[in-house]
């Protein structure tokens, strides 16, 4: 079939159907359509989908029926010509309820022993406001790392003779002054001590004027361990004091700190530190610098260690000390200098009698 340019907005097509005549009136074509096959389709239910091919052989396909037999019966429906029903309002209206109003139903309750064994694994967290103590710690000792050039060198004090020495004379020393002979007086004299030969680690770097500032008197800081927190009062002018002095003061400060009635005046300064943290049962640790100062020494624990003595293997009591430095100022042969200075006196107290 052929056609033309439609003028109008209908195409009139004559078909053949076997041996009658029919004419279709379509709508018209595109302009690009010119030739093309008119069939005829018959609207009926959609093909089944095809059965997968098999190995058989194909059958002979079905006799074609002629152009006169009637089409097979469509197995579609009736079209519905009517608008199906629709369902009768309610009279009145449904009760409603707001959500808010609508409480939820409580769960049944669990076996006694599921609630005791789930209060046993509960885990709870709770939060407390940091005291201003503690800030002020936190501060500073941020501000130390922050600033500092930190190193820490160690070594090892056999206390051996101190023991034997506080063993032989704490009855006496209590007896007389009414204070306890403590290693703490031993450590502190020996710092002074050394503190004299190594003028570095009592000196301080002023980072506003770029300056050195050396001290020729020598205020040693102790730590405390108080509830509120870790407290550091200042023992003054410790290069004119002896043991008992040294044991006085200690014990008056430690008095005031646990009766919180330390003043500002009572922690203010300080050239050096010393922390103990032997007392707590500490093996080893480095501490950390307490600003405006240079060093740190740090007390650990006494234990029995075996040690080699004259050739001999011999079960001491030996302590870890540590010093921590600011390295900017302070360099490392100084600050080994510094511990094996302190390790000297502790160890044999006659040292200090020598001005050795």
């Given at each position: 079939?052929?056609?033309?340019?439609?003028?109008?907005?209908?195409?009139?097509?004559?078909?053949?159907?076997?041996?009658?005549?029919?004419?279709?009136?379509?709508?018209?074509?595109?302009?690009?359509?010119?030739?093309?096959?008119?069939?005829?389709?018959?609207?009926?239910?959609?093909?089944?989908?095809?059965?997968?091919?098999?190995?058989?052989?194909?059958?002979?396909?079905?006799?074609?029926?002629?152009?006169?037999?009637?089409?097979?019966?469509?197995?579609?429906?009736?079209?519905?010509?009517?608008?199906?029903?629709?369902?009768?309002?309610?009279?009145?209206?449904?009760?409603?309820?707001?959500?808010?109003?609508?409480?939820?139903?409580?769960?049944?309750?669990?076996?006694?022993?599921?609630?005791?064994g789930g209060a046993k694994g509960a885990r709870t967290e709770s939060r407390v406001k940091m005291n201003r103590m503690r800030l002020r710690i936190a501060q500073r000792l941020k501000e130390a790392q922050n600033t500092c050039a930190m190193l820490t060198t160690f070594n090892e004090v056999d206390m051996s003779n101190i023991t034997d020495m506080r063993k032989?004379?704490?009855?006496?020393?209590?007896?007389?002054?009414?204070?306890?002979?403590?290693?703490?007086?031993?450590?502190?004299?020996?710092?002074?001590?050394?503190?004299?030969?190594?003028?570095?680690?009592?000196?301080?770097?002023?980072?506003?004027?770029k300056e050195i500032v050396y001290r020729d008197y020598v205020d040693i800081s102790v730590a405390v361990a108080t509830p509120k927190g870790l407290v550091v009062p200042v023992i003054r002018s410790v290069d004119g004091m002896n043991f008992t002095d040294i044991e006085k003061a200690i014990n008056l400060l430690g008095e005031k700190a646990r009766k919180n009635e330390l003043a500002?005046?009572?922690?203010d300064g300080g050239t050096f530190t010393i922390s103990n943290g032997g007392v707590f049962g500490s093996m080893f640790g480095t501490p950390i610098i307490n600003p405006p100062q240079s060093a740190i020494l740090g007390m650990h624990g006494i234990f029995d260690r075996p040690v080699a003595v004259g050739g001999k293997v011999e079960i001491r009591p030996m302590m870890y000390v540590a010093l921590t430095y600011d390295h900017r100022l302070i360099d490392g042969r100084e600050a080994v200098l510094f511990l094996r200075k302190i390790k000297s006196v502790v160890e044999d107290p006659r040292v200090l009698l020598l001005d050795m």
């Open positions: 079939m052929k056609t033309k340019k439609p003028s109008e907005q209908v195409n009139v097509y004559a078909l053949r159907k076997g041996d009658e005549v029919v004419t279709v009136k379509t709508p018209a074509f595109a302009e690009s359509v010119t030739e093309g096959d008119v069939r005829w389709e018959k609207a009926g239910a959609p093909k089944a989908a095809e059965a997968p091919k098999s190995e058989a052989p194909a059958a002979a396909a079905p006799p074609t029926p002629s152009a006169g037999a009637p089409p097979p019966p469509s197995s579609v429906g009736p079209i519905p010509t009517a608008m199906p029903p629709v369902p009768p309002v309610p009279a009145h209206a449904m009760d409603t309820k707001p959500v808010s109003a609508i409480k939820p139903t409580a769960a049944p309750a669990a076996p006694a022993a599921q609630a005791e032989t004379y704490k009855d006496a020393f209590l007896k007389k002054h009414n204070i306890k002979l403590g290693f703490m007086s031993a450590f502190v004299k020996a710092a002074a001590h050394a503190l004299a030969d190594q003028p570095a680690v009592n000196a301080v770097i002023d980072d506003t004027t500002v005046e009572d922690m």
